[in-house]
């Protein structure tokens, strides 16, 4: 993680769609953010790889640093190659995101992966939020608006 951090650095002040951005150049593989319905008993998010694009759903009504580190668990997933089962028919895939097709949806959401897999993209989620507000000074002096102010809430909450 740090080896990808040195080529695709954090942006400051932090801006998840921009990190999402410099990781698809530096790939040269496109990666769509999807916001679905959350409900309690069901993944906050999960991540399909397609032939030419990978996919993230994550939670749309939860805070956008809860959002960010959702995207930053599955982003883990991807870029550790971890594999699962789907456990979703069409039908739960169509009712779980009604404005995206279920064949897009039949195997995105639910996953099973081991404990270890768990494990890996849960650590490598929060390195990667502890780099993006690591230093309080590195946010712009002064910067404001509500990616400043929850670079500077995470970063408290990090220590």
Do not use: K
């Amino acid at each position: 993680m740090r080896d990808l951090l040195r080529h695709v650095p954090a942006p400051r002040p932090w801006s998840m769609n921009a990190w999402i951005d410099r990781l698809e150049r530096h790939r040269g593989r496109d990666i769509d953010l999807v916001a679905v319905d959350y409900a309690p008993g069901q993944p906050s998010g999960a991540w399909q790889r397609h032939d030419d694009f990978d996919l993230v759903a994550y939670a749309a009504g939860t805070s956008s640093l809860h959002q960010d580190h959702i995207i930053a668990h599955e982003i883990a997933h991807l870029l550790c190659d971890h594999r699962g089962e789907c456990v979703l028919t069409d039908a739960e895939a169509a009712r779980l995101a009604p404005d995206l097709s279920a064949h897009l949806l039949s195997h995105l959401l639910t996953r099973v992966t081991t404990n270890s897999d768990e494990y890996e993209a849960e650590l490598i989620a929060v390195f990667l939020m502890s780099a993006a507000t690591e230093d309080g000074a590195r946010l712009r002096p002064g910067a404001s608006g509500p990616a400043a102010d929850r670079a500077r809430r995470f970063a408290s909450l990090l220590g």
